[in-house]
Every structure is written in structure tokens, then in C-alpha cells.
């Protein structure tokens, strides 16, 4: 999975998301617009989710080697990158709240 097997949607005001969740349960949340990280100058920014067997909704994570925070200011390779890492993840059995 890369950056350009991600399906965009777009809104004419928030700009332009797409999300994908792994086999382990993680996934990624990418944005694109004029409040994110990047999103000025064509760049963009990812999140960490998870989204537990069964689940309806995934929640953002915060405790994952890949990252501990949102990253901002991503070329697409950038997202393929750190993509990557997120589905090399092992997977959990409960979130931490």
C-alpha cells in the first residue's frame, strides 16, 4: 500500500482526507488542507488510528513507535513511508484510553 492507492475525498472548505486501516488493526488518517500541518503548501499530514476488531470507528493513538504525535508537512513519499511502519505494527487487543 502507497501513498497513491489512498482514495481522496474532497470537501470544498476542509480540503482533502483519505484513511486506510491495516490487517493489524492500525491505519492511517491523511488530510490535506488550509488548517493542516503542510496543507499551505501542498503538503500533508497523517495520524496514527486504530480501530479495534468488530469496531464501528477508529480513534486516533498517541503511543506508537511510529509516532507520538500528528506528523505535518508530508510529501507523498513521505506518507508511503511512514505507512509502511504503521502496518508493520504488532497488533493489540485493547486501546489505551
Not at 491523511?30 to 500541518?37: D, E, L, N
Not at 505535518?72 to 508493520?88: F, H, I, N, Q, W
Amino acid at each position: 500500500m502507497t501513498f497513491e492507492d489512498l482514495e481522496f475525498e474532497i470537501d470544498e472548505f476542509t480540503g482533502e482526507s483519505s484513511h486506510h486501516i491495516f490487517k493489524n488493526h492500525y491505519g492511517v488518517s491523511v488530510i490535506r488542507g488550509p488548517y493542516t500541518y503542510g496543507g499551505k503548501q501542498g503538503l500533508y499530514e497523517l495520524a496514527v488510528i486504530y480501530m479495534a476488531p468488530n469496531a464501528e470507528y477508529s480513534d486516533l493513538v498517541y503511543d506508537t513507535p511510529v509516532t507520538n504525535n500528528v506528523e505535518g508537512y508530508l510529501t507523498p513519499e513521505d506518507v508511503t513511508r511512514l505507512m509502511k511502519r504503521v502496518s508493520k505494527l504488532p497488533s493489540r487487543k485493547k486501546i489505551k484510553t
